[in-house]
């Protein structure tokens, strides 16, 4: 019983080097979201995708690009890193996106460093 | 806009002791409220959420919180806190018929032997 897959857990990168966050679920979810974990900050909404093939900005896009081909998986990238890109990106997603009914499965985080 | 706050970012508390987290919130709305707790290095799991049915709402390994709307507050409370329980616990808001949450800065509960 898998639920949200995130790789990798761990990377380093340098200034200007590119990534993809590869999340994977298999609870056949509609919605998928990414979000960014800072000390003191909560969790901040990156992207989302309401759908197949679908995507929208969240709270904090800048720097970031998304991808759903897939209705299962949800990739994020980072074109040209920075170091205030370095954080904890956790993957969510929910089967509905009624605020009464609606709750996230969060995958395990992934460890980013920019150097 | 909404927002939360979360009054302590820190709780320790002994082994067997009640537990009180506590959470405010700010909503021009009726809003839907969460209780998400993360353990370390683990994804976060919701634990209760209130939908404006019942104020008092029961969530998993015996926490409950009650909706207070004249004091826009959402505390957590557990009767009787145990080693397990050591984690951060986040409270979070939702005004829109959405799923677009806004997250608290999270408390880090230590429990004490």
């Known amino acids: 019983n898998a639920g949200v897959t995130q790789t990798p857990k761990f990377r380093v990168l340098k200034t200007g080097q590119s990534m993809t966050l590869l999340c994977a679920q298999d609870?056949?979810?509609?919605?998928m979201y990414w979000y960014r974990q800072d000390p003191g900050m909560g969790l901040r909404l990156i992207h989302y995708s309401v759908g197949e093939g679908t995507t929208a900005k969240g709270e904090v896009p800048d720097g970031y690009n998304v991808s759903r081909l897939k209705k299962q998986n949800f990739l994020l990238g980072l074109e040209s890193a920075a170091p205030s890109q370095t954080s904890v990106y956790f993957c969510?997603?929910?089967?509905?996106?009624?605020?009464?009914?609606?709750?996230?499965?969060f995958g395990e985080g992934s460890r980013l460093t920019v150097l | 806009a909404q927002s939360v706050t979360q009054l302590d970012s820190h709780v320790s508390v002994s082994e067997g002791t009640p537990v009180l987290l506590r959470c405010n919130y700010s909503?021009?709305?009726?809003?839907?409220l969460f209780w998400y707790v993360q353990h370390p290095n683990k994804g976060l799991q919701l634990l209760l959420k209130?939908?404006?049915?019942?104020?008092l709402v029961k969530g998993i390994n015996g926490f409950e919180a009650e909706f207070k709307k004249s004091e826009t507050s959402f505390h957590l409370t557990k009767p009787s806190a145990h080693m397990s329980d050591a984690a951060e616990y986040f409270c979070?808001?939702?005004?829109?018929?959405?799923?677009?949450?806004?997250f608290g800065t999270g408390t880090l509960l230590a429990v004490q032997p």
């Open positions: 979070v808001v939702s005004e829109d018929a959405t799923n677009k949450l806004i």
């Open positions: 969510a997603s929910s089967y509905s996106d009624r605020r009464d009914t609606g709750e996230l499965f």
């Open positions: 909503s021009s709305y009726s809003p839907s």
């Open positions: 209130y939908t404006s049915a019942a104020t």
């Open positions: 609870m056949n979810h509609e919605y």
